[in-house]
């Protein structure tokens, strides 16, 4: 990934955290306002329309100007085409063409409203997965140190260790120290079985934090076929990762090579460990998110500790608030709050887009925000608390289900004295949204 342009939007009059910076709209007449933070056990899961509003990409059509059938009038050219097939072919329509022309006016409008200007971020460190148009995958490491605008600096460390395989889950590993490896997840390739790796992020030159001691150790398990993986900070689960495979969950530790295995009735495609209580969460293809207690043998019974369901296949699990709650998204493009006491859904977050893919959902407490990016290409940002849809951010590209932006957000994008921002990945350009 290069460096490129940067977006960025700026937050007028900061004054603590009183009203949320993501909550201030383009016009008077969108504003929300908000009452302090909230508790997380407010009802609401029922579909509520005033609860949280969607930014549909689609313009409305001009009520001043007659709908007649079989026609569609250009407001640009002020006159009615025929839609009918083998007419005007000087000017040939389909309706799924106006549409494009629909989605693509409207996120060229969004952009020009959001201000935009060079400018300078940073996180930490950022892994990232580059596909190569040879095929296969680079890995590198982005390092964002020091926030200072108003030019942006970005660092990009990689190393020569490539793969010609597909990378289906990759998380931070903690074996030496905070995240001293990367964990990832690569698919099989003709008669390669599929495998999962640690890989020292020392491996990366210079992405080191400073007083590290440079770890060396890179080790692969033969596990064919993993859709998910997740790292265990659980003392009852120490040095261990669990990946997620085809109807079964494998608990590997890395020092001794042992492993036991739940067997399960679906794939399973997103996974975490709580770190106060024994238990790793898992969500299903069939919509069924489920938690096992680490203290129980895999053979035996009753190892499923907790049993959620979604209607659709869930993509992405996140535990909040002391371990009492759980987010988690699926393919219908529902994303759902749940106490996990109550096993009761709290709310609904309403507008997020999803057919199909494999999309993830980020959850960020400090800040009480909830991101997600949709089929639609458009990333939406939710208040945790009370579900109000607080801004839409159409993505720099024109909409294109292949080009599906990547994000990753930081409470202090910089450093410990970095403010608040949004990392957005387009094709090979990476840009900021942040506000301070």
Known sequence: MRKSSWQSRRRHGRGGHQQNPWLRQRHSSQRYTTEGPQSLQ??????DESASTSASPNTAADSSVPDLPGYYYDPEKK?????????????????????????????????????????????DRLFTV???????SKYGIISLRGLKTPTLKVHMHENLYFTNRKVNSVCWASLNHLDSHILLCLMGLAETPGCATLLPASLFVSS??????????????????????????????????????????????????HRQTYGTNSDILAQQFAVMTPLLFNGCRSGEIFAIDLRSRSQGKGWKATRLFHDSAVTSVQILQEEQYLMASDMAGKIKLWDLRTTKCLRQYEGHVNEYAYLPLHVHEEEGIVVAVGQDCYTRIWSLHDAHLLR?????????KADIPSVAFSSRLGGSRGAPGLLMAVRQDLYCFSYG
Not at 392 to 400: K, L
């Open 42 to 47: 407010d009802p609401g899961c029922e579909d």
């Open 79 to 123: 006159r009615y085409f025929r839609l009918l097939p083998g007419h005007n072919n000087c000017n040939p329509l389909t309706k799924e063409s106006i549409r494009q022309k629909e989605v693509e006016s409207k996120r060229l409008q969004l952009l020009e409203e959001d201000e935009q200007r060079k400018a300078d971020t940073n996180s």
């Open 130 to 136: 580059n596909d190569v148009k040879v095929g296969g």
């Open 208 to 257: 080191h934090p400073a007083g590290v001691d440079r770890p060396g150790m890179l080790c692969s398990f033969r596990i064919p076929g993993a859709w998910s993986c997740a790292w265990s900070m659980n003392i009852q689960a120490n040095n261990c990762f669990s990946t997620g495979l085809s109807r079964r969950v494998l608990l590997t530790n890395v020092v001794t090579g």
């Open 392 to 400: 839409t951010i159409p993505s720099p590209h024109p909409t294109s």
